[in-house]
Each structure stands twice: as C-alpha cells, then as structure tokens.
C-alpha cells in the first residue's frame, strides 16, 4: 500500500496537467467542469476537446512552458484552467490579460464580432487572494446598480484552496468540494468516501497513483518543483528589492526635510545605518 506521503503533490501544475490535460483523461476533466459549473449554477457540458493536451514537450524545467489546460466546448466556448501552486503576485491583471488574449484571438481582425464565443477562465491557487471567505468566487460582467449582465462572454472562476475547510464539509456529498479535497492532498483513507458521489475521482486517483510510482514522472515532478521554486524565489526577490527601493525613496524625502536619523528609520523599516548611508553628508 502506497502511503500519502509518497504521492505526487496533484497541485504541482505538472502533474495537475497530466491527470485533468491529458487525451486519456478527458473525461476526468470533462467531470471536474461540470462539477465546477453545477455549483456556479450553470448547465453541464456534454463534450470537451483538449486544445493543448499534455505532451512529453511539455518540460518540467522550462519556466516558458504551458502548463495550463485550454479546452473548447460542443459549442466553441473556450475555457483556460490554471493550479498555481505559489503566489505570482497581480493574479487578477494576470487572469484578465490572459482572457482577454483567449476572447481576442478567436477571429481575424476585421471579421464579425458575432462569431466571439463566451471565454472561461478558471484559476485554482493554493493560497489566498480574495478578500472574502467562499472557496469558489464566480465573476462576470455587470451593472453596478441592476446587476444586468452586459454580456455573459467573460466568466472568471477563482478557487482558493485554503479556505477549504475539510472538517466543516461533508464528504459524501459530492460535487467539486470532493475534488477540491483531492487536490489538497486529503488522507488517502478517504479516497473511496470521496469518489463514492463522483465516480471520475476514481480514475484521477488512478493516475496519481500510478505517476507516483512512476520513475520518470517522479524525475520530472522533482525538476518541475525546483524550476517553481526558483521562479518563486525571483519574484519575491524583486518584490523584496522593490519594497527596498520605495522605502529608501521615502528616507530620502524624511532626510530632505531635516527629520532626526532614528525617526526615519523607524517610519522606512530601516536601519539607522541604512538610513545614514543615504545621506548626501556621508
């Protein structure tokens, strides 16, 4: 018996595209939407085609690779799924840039605007963004007083994991919570209660499963979590060097207008040595 801790993390977006982007397992996604978009009150899909299933080029090192899950519907909806597991930073003008490259490049400039199909993204993050307590926030297009829908061609879907209480959740109730448990990595002991109410759990089950003892998949789950974590590292880097530079900025300015040294560094979260070094008398 495989214990929990020797599966592969399903929220790596590596081996989240394998299980829910890959031509065998079209149908384990084809589950996941539906159950995503039953809980937002919106009908099932009956058919899905992968526009970028997942490939042996899809490299785990490369940074530039697209690991995101683009899908089009019976009836030419696009949907974009992306598992971010650590924090990009602007997410909301990231996703918005992303949609509106997916509704813009649909038609030849010039053609018929009509031919423009509704546009889904769907963003599950393994940390917190939005300033409310729902696990599943839905967004579309409206008017601020009526709540008139302008035009229900954008859908945003934001799934934060962490708010996922699993011990205020029943597990035999099905539907994309059960998913959702799977992806955090639940007890395994509550695998079969989980695919009970959604059969297709089972076959994503499967498939960890067998990535997890898979000597390759294990070799590229490694390389893809250390190309993740230098990608992390840059970010907060120059996060980090940015926030520097704002708060010498404002030293600068407290520095300009006579303020005591000490007084500065504490309003700049610096050094008093720091702020000194600032000092054109230096």
Not at 118 to 127: F, G
Not at 254 to 266: C, D, N, Q, S
Request: with cysteine; proline share 3%.
């Amino acid at each position: 018996m495989m214990l929990m801790q020797d599966l592969l993390d399903p929220r790596v977006d590596l081996i989240f595209k394998r299980i829910f982007g890959s031509e065998h397992n079209k149908d384990v996604l084809l589950a996941f939407l539906n159950s995503t978009f039953r809980e937002a009150g919106e009908p099932a899909l009956t058919e899905i085609v992968l526009l970028n299933p997942y490939t042996e080029a899809d490299s785990p090192d490369d940074k530039q690779s697209i690991m995101d899950i683009k899908a089009k519907t019976a009836d030419g909806q696009l949907i974009n799924i992306e598992m971010q597991l650590f924090n990009p930073y602007h997410m909301e003008k990231r996703t918005l840039f992303y949609w509106s490259e997916m509704y813009y490049h649909q038609i030849p400039k010039g053609s018929n605007y009509n031919t423009l199909k509704k546009c889904v993204t769907i963003n599950i993050l393994n940390y917190s963004c939005l300033k409310n307590d729902r696990y599943h926030s839905v967004f579309h297009l409206r008017e601020d007083h009526t709540g008139i829908s302008l035009l229900d061609d954008i859908e945003i879907h934001v799934i934060e994991l962490t708010k996922l209480d699993e011990h205020s959740v029943s597990l035999e109730e099905g539907g994309l919570v059960n998913w959702l448990l799977f992806l955090k990595g639940v007890d395994k002991s509550n695998w079969e209660v989980l695919a009970m109410n959604e059969p297709m759990l089972k076959k994503a089950m499967d498939t960890l499963e067998f990535l997890s003892q898979d000597t390759v998949a294990r070799m590229e789950y490694q390389a893809r979590m250390k190309a993740l974590s230098d990608e992390k590292t840059r970010i907060e880097g120059a996060r980090a060097e940015g926030e520097r530079k704002k708060a010498e900025e404002i030293a600068g300015k407290l520095l300009a207008m006579g303020l005591e040294v000490e007084t500065i560094a504490k309003a700049a979260g610096l050094s008093v040595q720091e702020v000194k070094a600032l000092s054109p008398l230096q």
